[in-house]
């Protein structure tokens, strides 16, 4: 098992390397950029394939990073690996899959907002990273 959670990295990657795929809601980005500047500490980081940085889980927190003008975000850098992560979706009557997002990726567009749940088959831990070194 711990050979395995060596593949899971924590990483602080520059804000401009990762690759949205889903659109967000902006009342919550901005809500939720508020509430991370007054605490002054990223907890959450946000979830991003190992290879190509694509945003598994995290748009919200991606888009307010973006609002708070940080440079670097915390990111937990997984592969897109049946063993690690499967893909769903929040529509009850769609399917969706790896290669669709990676398609979506491809061509510059997003998904609409909670299109994909990306469910992970192991915990993951929260942060305490000061904002002042993210900038």
Not at 91 to 100: A, F, L, M
Not at 103 to 113: D, F, G, H, I, Y
Request: hydrophobic fraction near 40%; include cysteine.
């Amino acid at each position: 098992m711990v050979n395995e959670l060596s593949k899971i990295m924590l990483k602080i990657l520059p804000i401009h390397a990762l690759r949205p795929h889903e659109e967000f809601d902006r009342d919550h980005a901005r809500k939720l950029s508020n509430e991370i500047a007054n605490t002054g500490f990223w907890s959450s980081p946000i979830v991003c394939d190992a290879e190509s940085q694509i945003i598994m889980d995290g748009h919200h927190r991606f888009a307010s990073a973006q609002l708070l003008g940080l440079k670097y975000i915390p990111c937990f850098c997984i592969p897109y690996d049946k063993k690690y992560v499967s893909v769903e979706t929040w529509r009850e009557s769609e399917k969706i899959t790896v290669q669709d997002i990676l398609t979506c990726v491809k061509e510059n567009r997003l998904m609409p907002q909670k299109s994909t749940k990306h469910l992970l088959t192991i915990p993951l831990i929260k942060s305490h990273i000061p904002l002042s070194i993210l900038r």
